[in-house]
Structures are given as C-alpha cells and as structure tokens.
C-alpha cells in the first residue's frame, strides 16, 4: 500500500515568510496529488490540484510542485488568514491524505 | 453555487446504527461521483466511501468495509450513509464532498459544513 509522509506536523513562521511543506509517498504516484486548507472549525478546502495547478478563486501566492515521490506545497508570503492544517492528497485507485501540517503566526 | 448540506449525526451507542444524510444544490447531482470523508476530533482526513454517478460502482474504506453502506437518491439530489454496528472509533466529523465527474477521480473540490458522530455508552 502507498504510504503518504507529510512534514512537518506544524510550523510556525512569521507573517510574510515563504512557508514550505513537503509530502513524500512511498512509490511513484505519477502527478496524482492534491492539496487542501483547513482552517479551524471549517471543512476542508481544495488548493492545489494535480501537483501544480491552482484551484480557481484561489490567491497565487499558494503554490504546488513534484512529481514521482516528492512534492512540495510554497506560500510565498505568510499571511494571517492563512492559519489552517494543510494536507495532501494522494489520489488513484483510493484516495490517502497526509497527516497535515497545522501553520501557526510567530 | 454548490451547496452540500449533512445531517444525521447524533450521539448513539457502540453496536447501534445511525443514518447520515447530505443534500446537494447548485449542481446537477447526478452527473457527478459523491464521497464521504471523516476527520476524528482532533486528527487528521479520511476517506470512507464514495459513489458513482449511476450507483453502479461504490468503494470503502477497509475500517468501514461490511459496517457501512453508501447510497443515492438522484431524484432527492441526496446522498446517504448507513453506518451499522458502529464502534467508539467511529466518533467524527462526517463530511459529504463532491467529485468532479461522475465516476471516481476523488478530487474533492466541495465539501459540507460536516454531521458529527459521536459513539459512546
């Protein structure tokens, strides 16, 4: 079965830092890979789709990279309304999520 | 707009059975594949079933396998989930989510606000 490691479990970073979280499955899952925002006590929200693409309605400076085992999700500029857990998603025969990141304001 | 709303949850009894229902609005329903996901207080994402379009083709997941059932009235525009023999672990947030086409792709693009579950004696 495909594992799906997603790091780190939470960060905390000042308002206009790059944040930068990683997510590595453990075989090659092609470009199969979305990412969502939680905020808290919301449901989840769909970012980024198919490893890059932004999901329409959703502010650039959110960004997506990877292919194969590893992948990467960017906020170029931390901003206070961006507090939320993020997760990945792997999705193919069954759909996995990581274990999230929750991205706190120093 | 699409709009997903889940209703249902309650808190019941381990061994005992409870229905989750989800209407759906502001799309044509029955084009597309719908899904349940659940997040445990506190933890993290998991998928638990989904849909096609047509009923013909549904999935679990291995933790719910047996126990739970998903289904559809296109006509009512809703989405349903009968979770049998229910055990403290199942206590959750129950979202419904929408699929982007009618068969499985599991990109969840919309979700509801979310039923919570709650099993305990």
């Known amino acids: 079965d495909i594992q799906m490691t997603q790091s780190p479990s939470s960060l905390s970073a000042s308002v206009g830092d790059r944040v930068t979280i990683t997510c590595q499955a453990s075989?090659?899952?092609?470009?199969?890979l979305n990412w969502f925002q939680q905020k808290p006590g919301k449901a989840p929200k769909l970012l980024i789709y198919d490893a890059s693409n932004l999901e329409t309605g959703v502010p650039s400076r959110f960004s997506g990279t990877g292919y194969g085992t590893d992948f990467t999700f960017t906020i170029s500029s931390l901003q206070p309304e961006d507090i939320a857990t993020y997760y990945c998603q792997h999705y193919d025969n069954f759909p996995l999520f990581g274990g999230g990141t929750k991205v706190e304001i120093k | 707009e699409v709009q997903l709303v889940e209703s249902g949850g309650a808190l019941v009894q381990p061994g005992r059975s409870l229905r989750l229902s989800c209407a759906a609005s502001?799309?044509?329903?029955?084009?597309?594949?719908m899904h349940w996901v659940r997040q445990a207080p506190g933890k993290g994402l998991e998928w638990v079933s989904g849909?096609?379009?047509?009923?013909?083709?549904?999935d679990y997941a291995d933790s719910v396998k047996g126990r739970f059932t998903i289904s559809r009235d296109n006509a009512k525009k809703s989405l349903y989930l009968q979770m049998n023999s229910l055990r403290t672990e199942d206590t959750a947030m129950y979202y419904c989510?929408?699929?982007?086409?009618?068969?499985?792709?599991?990109?969840?693009?919309?979700w509801g606000q979310g039923t919570l579950v709650t099993v305990s004696s």
């Open positions: 849909i096609s379009w047509n009923s013909g083709n549904k």
């Open positions: 075989q090659d899952i092609s470009n199969y």
């Open positions: 502001g799309f044509t329903f029955d084009d597309y594949a």
């Open positions: 989510a929408k699929d982007i086409a009618g068969v499985f792709r599991y990109y969840f693009g919309s």
